[in-house]
């Protein structure tokens, strides 16, 4: 399903270093999550944002900062990497409006930062 | 939002039915089940959810108790494709973040 698409799908990057990841939409969904994942693990929330002008923090959002540039468009930042940070990166959205919240996600990015 | 329990793994015969079951005994009344699935590394696909009564897609049926406390998810002629993290979650849609919390999941493995 490419209604929801990550750039870039793998980045290797050092310690110290700015990293943007990108995720685009063709849903038309008002809300946009973006997720970790460590090896073994399930997924955890770091942001998430209902609409253009909401951001909230998630459950692991120390060390990242994010941008809603559009409704269509949800960009994920480390500000400074660390090593700790190597996880795989999941990108979802979901319709506002209905009785429950079905989301959708992207194909992930895998970050290693060495 | 509620936990679930569910098995760490799984096996199931190619062309028979998977049955995967979860345990939910803290959900509320305004509480949903959704069901989720990971295949290898790939990002999580919706499965299906429900509230109170039994439900069935293309892909599946879930079977939930009548007192709501556990769910079974069912795939009913499993395939090697099936293979994957099945993902139990209770989401309580209207409150403050509408988030879905992960576990560690079921690894269902299909044999041929």
């Known amino acids: 399903d490419a209604d929801v698409t990550q750039t870039p799908r793998n980045r290797i990057t050092k310690t110290g270093k700015r990293i943007m990841l990108e995720c685009s939409q063709t849903?038309?969904?008002?809300?946009m999550y973006w997720y970790r994942q460590d090896p073994g693990l399930g997924l955890q929330l770091i942001y998430y944002?209902?609409?253009?002008?909401?951001?909230n923090k998630g459950e692991i959002s120390d060390g990242y900062s994010v941008s809603r540039q559009a409704q269509a468009k949800f960009s994920l930042s480390l500000e400074s990497a660390i090593p700790n940070q190597t996880a795989l990166y999941f990108c979802?959205?979901?319709?506002?409006?209905?009785?429950?919240?079905?989301?959708?996600f992207g194909p992930g990015t895998r970050l290693t930062v060495l | 939002d509620a936990k679930t329990t569910q098995p760490p793994s799984m096996d199931c015969a190619e062309g028979r039915a998977a049955n995967l079951p979860c345990n939910h005994s803290?959900?509320?009344?305004?509480?949903?089940v959704y069901w989720y699935r990971q295949i290898h590394s790939q990002g999580p696909q919706y499965i299906i959810h429900?509230?109170?009564n039994n439900e069935t897609n293309e892909m599946a049926s879930l079977i939930i108790t009548e007192d709501r406390k556990s769910s079974t998810l069912i795939l009913p002629h499993a395939t090697l494709r099936d293979t994957a993290v099945y993902y139990c979650?209770?989401?309580?849609?209207?409150?403050?973040?509408?988030?879905?919390?992960f576990g560690t999941g079921t690894l269902l493995a299909v044999q041929p």
């Open positions: 979650i209770v989401m309580n849609y209207g409150g403050a973040t509408n988030k879905l919390i």
């Open positions: 849903k038309g969904h008002d809300r």
């Open positions: 429900g509230l109170k």
């Open positions: 944002s209902f609409d253009v002008k909401d951001i």
């Open positions: 979802a959205t979901s319709e506002s409006g209905f009785s429950t919240d079905t989301q959708y």
């Open positions: 803290t959900i509320s009344g305004n509480e949903y």
